[in-house]
Nanobody, 120 residues
Framework: QVQLVESGGGLVQPGGSLRLSCAAS????????MGWYRQAPGKERELVAR???????NYADSVKGRFTISRDNAKNTVYLQMNSLKPEDTAVYYC??????????????WGQGTQVTVSS
């Protein structure tokens, strides 16, 4: 059983910073790309940032220059450093990997989500 567990969300003032973490646990052989998505109330879930197993990353235009995705393959963990936060960044942030290999094959997994609220 694979689990993705996010942490690091919370309430922050505009202009502040937060660092999200997502740790994958279970009988994992390998993990491909990992990413962060977010969903604001009344809106569809959207991709925020994605990083390949080799470290190549891409970002939504709305967060370029403010957010940085990174990963520690030895710890099966992906991070999202969020700087210069804006109220429009308020959302539930979800960790995802579409390619986690276990004995049962390669499957897509989601974390449970962590709330990020940017407000004064």
């Amino acid at each position: 059983q694979v689990q993705l567990v996010e942490s690091g969300g919370g309430l922050v003032q505009p202009g502040g910073s937060l660092r999200l973490s997502c740790a994958a646990s279970g009988s994992i052989f390998s993990i491909g790309a990992m990413g962060w998505y977010r969903q604001a109330p009344g809106k569809e879930r959207e991709l925020v940032a994605r990083i390949t197993s080799g470290g190549n990353s891409n970002y939504a235009d709305s967060v370029k220059g403010r957010f940085t995705i990174s990963r520690d393959n030895a710890k099966n963990t992906v991070y999202l450093q969020m700087n210069s936060l804006k109220p429009e960044d308020t959302a539930v942030y979800y960790c995802n990997s579409p390619a986690i290999a276990t004995m049962s094959g390669i499957h897509n997994y989601w974390g449970q989500g962590t709330q990020v609220t940017v407000s004064s």
